[in-house]
């Protein structure tokens, strides 16, 4: 048995979010990353190099951002685990992080494109929840809003595969990659929705997140998909 939040399934879903939200904020919010926040460090140390205060602001501002969703995430299971009541508990506190993600993300649809700041700071907020709050899939430590970590799980598994001959590494170097997939066509998804819908695309995501939250309710379960 696994505990949900850590099934492949619900990892699918919310890699797929992790795809959309980085595609979001860089195509249709000024090119900032909402999840990358090594692109957004190294642009905003660039730009402070060449005296474009305001640019570098709009990419240090994210990395705060993302930072504070973090912390959040920290203060909702701190929070949530003192005072729940184990027999009569309702929701997991990695549900109320994926709640407070979806309004922070329905927020953003509302917000123009004047103030693409504002937008991209919440998204990193809700990046940085879902990144603390969904640290493992099938027993391993994956992130299901960035990929070189992933990468390079991924790769250092298939060494061992290839050096071992033991399909364990096999198993773990395929989940790594699968989780990868399903951030680009997270990315490629968002891509096409901005396209049609705009600043409203994050709608899609939220949907993503909304069949997260919901598959959180049966709090163990045999994973369908097993590798």
């Not at 926040?37 to 730009?47: A, D, R």
């Not at 396209?195 to 995501?205: A, D, F, G």
Request: aromatic share 12%.
């Amino acid at each position: 048995m696994k505990q949900t939040s850590e099934t492949i399934e619900l990892g699918i879903f919310l890699a797929l979010a992790g795809g959309f939200m980085d595609a979001y904020s860089y195509i249709c919010r000024g090119k900032v990353f909402a999840n990358a926040q090594t692109g957004n460090i190294l642009l905003f140390g660039v730009k402070l190099s060449e005296g474009k205060i305001n640019d570098a602001i709009r990419y240090g501002m994210p990395v705060v951002a993302f930072s504070t969703g973090i912390f959040l995430a920290e203060i909702i299971r701190h929070i949530v685990e003192k005072i729940e009541n184990n027999d009569k508990k309702i929701l997991h506190w990695r549900q109320i992080g994926i709640v407070i993600e979806m309004l922070l993300l329905l927020s953003v649809c509302f917000i123009s494109q004047k103030h693409n700041l504002l937008a991209n700071n919440i998204t990193s907020m809700a990046c940085g929840i879902q990144v603390e709050s969904f640290r493992k899939m099938h027993g391993n430590g994956i992130a299901t809003t960035m990929c070189i970590g992933n990468l390079r799980s991924a790769t250092e598994n298939m060494y061992g595969f290839l050096k071992n001959k033991n399909n364990i590494f096999l198993r773990k170097s395929i989940l790594y990659y699968f989780v990868i997939i399903c951030f680009v066509i997270g990315a490629i998804l968002g891509n096409i929705f901005i396209n049609i819908m705009n600043e409203k695309s994050m709608i899609v995501c939220i949907l993503f997140l909304f069949i997260s939250f919901f598959m959180m309710f049966k709090e163990e379960r045999e994973s369908i998909i097993d590798l």
